[in-house]
């Protein structure tokens, strides 16, 4: 079984931390949607968020790191069946048509932290056999159910609730948490598959997809906005586009190409509940094909340095 700390290329003792950032990293390198013309991508961006769904559960990592489990979360075998190798322990059939293992092997240590019997060597001797070998192991709680949930960019700006479909067609309206971005991942309690002991879970992992004008840098939105020439010369109010609806922004009399103005509160919400900032860069748009432009170029010239500053 593939070992998920190798898969998301971090060390055994990485922090949680480290852990997020090596499968953010991965998600979005690996992503399907990126690596259309490679089939192989979705296998390992499939196995990479296995080995993150594995390692982010502090008790399904403290149980594979005791071998407790596989890379794939699955109960290891404490006797090491079907192999002849070392772990597991070796024995023939005797005449009496039971085992004898070698002299002076003592597994009563292995059976104990096995099977967590407390009896001691006597104990061991008994009817019972070896502290309780008998007993059976708890029953398995069902696999975990990986789900990829698409989410528009207005609506993870704005938290909107979202719906999914699960495998037995039922649908989950599912709440977004605040910094929310690409590779967040959500676990929907109990609604993987069924086993002996309970269901598993759903891990829902967000892809935020990209909009056509609207940018996210860290928690604001960033918008190029198209203004004419007499809007940033004489200024005024301009209709915006934001996450949350348009609005009316004022430009400033003499206004240049890269001016970049802030409208507050309307970028993505922070992890602390508070949101960032839209921020507008205007973009001057001149029409080469207007003459009245054109005709009053050639009567006016403008002969400031505007590039001393650069050397030229």
Known sequence: MADPYATLGVARGASEAEIKSAYR???????????????KAADKFSAVTGAYDLLSDKDKRARFDRGEIDGE??????????????????????????????EGADFGDIF??????????????????????????????????????????????????????????????????????????????GKGQQGSGGAGDAIVTIEVKPHPFFTREGDNVLLDLPITLDEAVKGGKVKVPTVDGPVMLGVPAGSTSGKTLRLRNKGFTTKNG??????????????????????????WQDSRAVRAHLGV
């Open 25 to 39: 990293k991965l998600a979005k390198e690996l992503h399907p949607d990126r690596n259309k013309d490679n089939p």
């Open 73 to 102: 979360g699955n109960p290891t075998s404490p006797f090491g069946y079907g192999g002849a190798g070392g772990g597991g322990f070796r024995g023939r059939q005797g005449q009496g048509g039971g085992f004898e293992f070698n």
């Open 112 to 189: 104990d932290g096995l099977f967590g019997g407390g009896g001691g060597a006597g104990a061991r001797r008994g009817g019972g056999g070896f502290g309780g070998f008998g007993r059976q192991a708890p029953p398995q709680r069902g696999a975990n159910v990986s789900y990829r949930l698409a989410v528009s960019f207005v609506d993870a700006a704005t938290l909107a609730p979202q719906r999914v479909t699960l495998q037995d067609g039922k649908n989950i309206d599912l709440k977004l948490p605040a910094g929310v971005e690409t590779g967040t991942q959500m676990r929907l309690s």
């Open 274 to 299: 508070e949101r960032g900032d839209q921020l507008v860069r205007l973009q001057i748009d001149v029409s080469a094909d207007d003459p009245a432009i054109r005709e009053l170029v050639e009567r």
